[in-house]
């Protein structure tokens, strides 16, 4: 085989290679978004439910271990 041939095997590998690697990177930034959007609206429901109980000391106390807790934790 001649050497473009050879140089023309090596591109193509190296172009695969740099295609699948950029296939997980955005699969994995996929994930670690929709990660976030739940765990976001999770938090935006547990405020929620703080918002909704009786009597303003229980009330300040549910908000202020929400807001002490991670909202979202890679």
């Known amino acids: 085989?001649?050497?473009?041939?050879?140089?023309?095997?090596?591109?193509?590998?190296v172009g695969f290679g740099l295609l699948l690697s950029f296939q997980q990177v955005v699969a994995q930034s996929v994930l670690q978004g929709e990660q976030r959007r739940t765990a976001a609206a999770a938090h935006v429901r547990k405020q929620w439910i703080c918002q909704l109980l009786p009597g303003?000391?229980?009330?300040?106390?549910c908000l202020v271990q929400l807001r002490e807790a991670p909202a979202w934790v890679p």
Request: charged fraction near 20%; avoid cysteine; charge should be neutral.
């Open 1 to 13: 085989m001649s050497p473009s041939v050879w140089a023309t095997i090596l591109a193509s590998l």
């Open 56 to 61: 303003s000391a229980r009330r300040d106390e």
